[in-house]
């Protein structure tokens, strides 16, 4: 297990001794698309753009500039560990780079795929038609989301500093996805994400109280008033009331 070591100023943040946990984490840096690496396909911004070559996903994708990064590498990566096995707990702030990838793919099948949410963004065109998806491209969307997803679950049940994830929009959108088992991932890491660290496993505290983007939300959209289709400027009452519908539809599987 990594040493807790004791200042004068306190208890320092943990130092990672997992040479397996250290190498993971670097395999999945590579794959932000903010950072030219050679796993990344291009730099862009973490929203989804779209400026790089083809990849192999991209062979599914109505986009002609296809996906920011190599969704198909990181997928694969992140199956490999369906469950945590380190002792250490993640500190997010070490984690940056890999929550860019995992927040760039989810953006990039929202906006590439409107058809997969029941209820729609703001974040796609309104003019552009939505493209309709075929049984092959369904089968390797669930399972790049749902990987994704499964693998969000698990690092946020395991980790510190919550308040560095960022990507409550997209899980908040993906309530609505057409597909229930995407739709209760989905909840499942929103749920994660606002539980505080497991203090039992903790080997140094967090620097403040728990909080996190889910908690900060502002109570109303930024724009678009409240309404459900608010993508960017989605308020905290727009994602309490999906989340109650979720509740109300899944009867006593949603209540616990």
Known sequence: MAPVTVTSAGIARQIIDDVELIDLIERLSKFDPTDASPAGVAAGDNNGGSNGEKVAIAAISPSASGPPLDIDGLVAELEKYPKWRFQEQADLFEWIKPLNAMDATLTYF????????LIPSNANNDNEATTAITSSQT??????????LTFL?????????K?????????SLLLTCQFDNIAHLA????????????????QAPEVGSHTTAL?????TAATGGGSDSGGGGMGRNVVMRRLMACAGGWGTKGTG
């Open 110 to 117: 929202i906006k590439e795929y409107p058809s997969l949410l």
């Open 139 to 148: 089968t390797t969307i669930i399972h790049s989301l749902s990987t994704i």
């Open 153 to 161: 679950s698990t690092l946020l049940r395991n980790s510190i500093n």
């Open 163 to 171: 308040s560095v994830f960022n990507s409550v929009i997209e899980l």
């Open 187 to 202: 909840l499942e890491v929103l749920s994660t994400l606002s539980q505080p660290p497991l203090l039992h496993r903790q």
């Open 215 to 219: 908690h900060n939300l502002p109570n």
